[in-house]
C-alpha cells in the first residue's frame, strides 16, 4: 500500500532555510518522481515542484524558483524539499505526492514563516 | 499551464438532493498511457484535501458510492447522488497529466 509520510515542518523567521522531507512506502523513487504540493490558510492547493523519477527533469513554480530545491534518496525511498529565503507568504501545509499523476499525497507538515 | 476551470464556485444545496460540479480544462488531460489523470479532491472544514476521485471515475477507498465523477476530452462532472451533511466543504478538480499540476479554484458546497 502505498503511503508517503511527510516532516520537517516548523515555525521559521523570514530569510531563513528549512528541509521537509517525505518518507515513502509501497513503491520506489527509482521508478516514480515526486512532487511538492502546498496550499496556504485560507488558499486553494498549490503545485510546488517536481521531478522525475531518473531525476533528469525538475521543475518549479515561479513563486519558488530559485528558492526551493527538490531532491531524493532513492537508495532510503525518501524525497525532500529544501526551503530557502523563506517567505511569509510561504506559509502553508507541504504535501509529497507520488508522479503518478493521480494526486495521492501525505497528510502534510506545517510550515510556518513568521518574525 | 492547463488552466482548470470549476463551476459553479458556491453550490447552495438541500439535503438529500443531488449536487453537480463541472471542472473544464483548457487542455486534454488524456495522456499517452491512454489514462485521463483528472481527480477530485474534498476539503472539509478544518481539514486537508482528500483525494475522492482518480483518473476521472475511480472512487478512492470509503468513499461512499453517491460520488461519482465522469467526463472525457475537456470537460468533467462531479456528482453527488443525495447530499448528505457531512458533505459540506471546498471541492477542487486536478489534472496531474501536464506538468505543472494544476487546480481548479474550488467550489464552496454548502446546505
Known amino acids: 500500500q502505498v503511503q508517503l509520510v511527510e516532516s520537517g515542518g516548523g515555525v521559521v523567521q523570514p530569510g531563513t532555510s528549512l528541509r521537509l522531507s517525505c518518507a515513502v512506502t509501497g513503491f520506489s523513487f527509482r521508478v516514480y518522481g515526486m512532487h511538492w504540493v502546498r496550499q496556504a490558510p485560507g488558499k486553494g492547493p498549490e503545485w510546488v515542484a517536481g521531478v522525475l523519477f531518473d531525476g533528469n527533469i525538475e521543475q518549479y513554480a515561479d513563486s519558488v524558483k530559485g528558492r526551493f530545491i527538490i531532491a531524493r534518496d532513492t537508495s532510503r525511498n525518501v524525497g525532500y524539499l529544501q526551503m530557502n529565503s523563506l517567505r511569509t507568504d510561504d506559509t502553508a501545509v507541504y504535501f509529497c505526492?507520488?508522479?503518478?499523476?493521480?494526486?495521492?499525497w501525505g497528510q502534510g507538515t506545517l510550515v510556518t514563516v513568521s518574525s | 499551464d492547463v488552466v482548470m476551470t470549476q463551476s459553479p464556485l458556491s453550490l447552495p444545496v438541500t439535503l438529500g438532493q443531488p449536487a453537480s460540479i463541472s471542472c473544464r480544462a483548457s487542455q486534454s488531460p488524456l495522456y499517452s498511457d491512454g489514462n485521463t489523470y483528472l481527480n477530485w479532491f474534498q476539503q472539509r472544514p478544518g481539514q486537508s484535501p482528500r483525494r475522492l476521485i482518480y483518473k476521472v471515475s475511480n472512487r478512492d477507498s470509503g468513499v461512499p458510492d453517491r460520488f461519482s465523477g465522469s467526463g472525457s476530452g475537456t470537460d468533467f462532472t462531479l456528482k453527488i447522488s443525495r447530499v448528505e451533511a457531512e458533505d459540506v466543504g471546498i471541492y477542487y478538480c486536478?489534472?496531474?497529466?501536464?506538468?505543472?499540476?494544476?487546480f481548479g479554484q474550488g467550489t464552496k458546497l454548502e446546505i
Open positions: 505526492a507520488k508522479d503518478d499523476g493521480t494526486g495521492y
Open positions: 486536478m489534472q496531474g497529466t501536464h506538468w505543472p499540476w494544476t
